[in-house]
């Protein structure tokens, strides 16, 4: 058995969970710190504890994918909110070269993220400014950015000119931007030294111009500069970045290199731009595919994986409820009957591992794909589902999911946690969510606080969970037990779901 060392981003089930559900097995062991050291949302991690943890497992295992941002700040969160100098954290990070020398052949797969710029005010994730003033830092920058460029427009400079932006807040902002960035560079030079073997910078929340595009493209011309374009990955991504790693992770130990063929929904979706990323997405399943261990071929014959990537035609929809209004890239621009035959042909005459990229809308699945699916009985055929959250969160999701299926097939850890995905991102995200939170209000509840982990919220949306699959989801619904259900942040926006398959 091969023990990898996993140092999540922070303690959410997507972080912590989903990795060793995927990912565990006969053949490879998950090992990750103890939940009550890894923090608590705005709370970092216990930093002594979690190096401790780092230098006794890393020892004897055969692999390490880290977390810069746990390992410095204390999980994702916390990297938004910290007072640390650049010397501080440098000398936290060189603990990586520490365990390097305890373990010379360790294999170290690192991810460091790009601090995120919100381009809406509210603090639940950022510092308490943030909820009045957000917006307009996250303007600032967009606007300066292209001025920078001179690709400022008219009605933009005038704006620009207009905003009033709190100084204080400002500087507070960008000085913790500017040691962040410093940190990413840094860890570029442990890569150089081949400290760290592989390393991805993925771009939280990130848009085409703005804070986030000016710290890339610093990074950018550094990693030119030092040669390392086929050891560090930058792309639009956070919370599947483990996942990815783990799949590269597990393919060099079965010393395997599966090749992916892609199938849209449409010719126009590759070159769509999904919320919250700043390049079309056919680049960012590239790089996906490639960062998780995978090539692409254009051959469907000779492919390992199918990869079907349901998108908007035009741009990718804001929500996804059961009723919401389609737009053409929804209708027109798309050919569904088309795009399930070709799944249903992969899947029952080719017998190829088929997964499905759901990003139509964001952070939540597309009812009509879902229909589809049941029709042509695929939900439980399929290597891999995932509808959550961004464009990337679900890449990264279902990709590695597949690579699991195709090194070790059809397991009951696989139809866990594909029942998972079916609850979490169907039956929750687009519509137990959204009911259960009209009726917040009443009780002195909001989206941002509800009461606790296991309060009554989390209650009624396992209730209203239950009542939703027997109409909506017919295929797993004597497939499934639900052993808990509970609401990490105590917030609305994720919900924590242990499924079991049956």
């Not at 994730?125 to 292209?146: A, S, T, V």
């Not at 005459?349 to 699945?365: E, P, Q």
């Amino acid at each position: 058995m091969k023990k990898i060392v996993l140092l999540p981003l922070d303690e959410r089930p997507c972080n912590y969970i989903y990795p060793q559900n995927m990912f565990n097995n006969d053949d490879i062991h998950i090992t990750v710190p103890d939940m009550s050291i890894m923090g608590n949302k705005k709370t970092p991690g216990d930093h002594e504890k979690i190096v401790e943890f780092l230098l006794e497992e890393t020892k004897d295992a055969y692999g390490l994918v880290l977390s810069v941002d746990t390992l410095l700040y204390g999980g994702i969160l916390p990297s938004r909110l910290h007072y640390f100098t650049e010397e501080e954290l440098k000398e936290r990070l060189s603990v990586i070269r520490k365990i390097r020398e305890n373990n010379p052949d360790l294999i170290i797969y690192a991810f460091n993220l790009i601090m995120r710029c919100p381009q809406y005010s509210s603090s639940d994730e950022e510092p308490d400014y943030y909820e009045y003033c957000g917006l307009e830092i996250f303007k600032y920058g967009y606007y300066n950015h292209k001025k920078e460029l001179g690709v400022i427009t008219e009605e933009e400079q005038k704006a620009f000119d207009s905003m009033q932006v709190p100084e204080k807040e400002v500087q507070d902002f960008l000085h913790r931007r500017e040691t962040n960035c410093a940190l990413n560079i840094a860890a570029l030079d442990l890569v150089e030294e081949k400290i760290i073997d592989f390393l991805i910078i993925p771009q939280d929340d990130s848009s085409e111009f703005g804070w986030t595009a000016i710290d890339q493209r610093k990074i950018s011309k550094i990693i030119s500069k030092k040669n390392l374009q086929l050891s560090v990955y930058m792309y639009p991504g956070a919370d599947e970045v483990a996942n990815t790693l783990l799949s590269k992770m597990v393919l060099k130990i079965e010393k395997k290199r599966p090749l992916f063929y892609v199938k849209y929904n449409s010719v126009s979706a590759p070159r769509t731009i999904p919320f919250l990323e700043d390049r079309y997405l056919d680049l960012t399943v590239n790089y996906q595919i490639l960062a998780a261990g995978g090539l692409i071929t254009q051959n469907l014959s000779e492919a390992d994986i199918v990869l079907c990537v349901n998108a908007n035609g035009i741009s990718m929809m804001e929500k996804s409820t059961l009723d919401h209004e389609c737009d053409r890239g929804m209708t027109t621009f798309r050919n569904m009957p088309e795009f399930m035959e070709f799944m249903d042909y992969c899947v029952n005459d080719l017998h190829k591992k088929v997964a499905v990229a759901d990003v139509a809308t964001i952070n939540g699945s597309d009812y009509e794909l879902i229909a589809m699916m049941q029709q042509k009985d695929l939900l439980l055929k399929v290597a891999s589902y995932a509808g959550w959250n961004t464009s990337s969160n679900t890449l990264g999701t279902c990709i590695p999911h597949a690579v699991v299926n195709y090194l070790y097939g059809n397991t009951k850890a696989h139809y866990d946690f594909l029942v998972s995905r079916y609850i979490e991102d169907f039956a929750y995200m687009t519509c137990v969510r959204a009911k259960v939170l009209a009726t917040l209000e009443a009780r002195g509840m909001n989206y941002f606080s509800v009461d606790g982990q296991r309060g009554v919220v989390a209650k009624e949306v396992k209730a209203e969970i239950e009542a939703f699959i027997p109409e909506y989801l017919q295929s797993i619904q004597d497939h499934y037990v639900i052993r808990d259900c509970y609401m990490p942040w105590s917030r609305m926006f994720e919900v924590g779901i242990l499924a079991s398959y049956k």
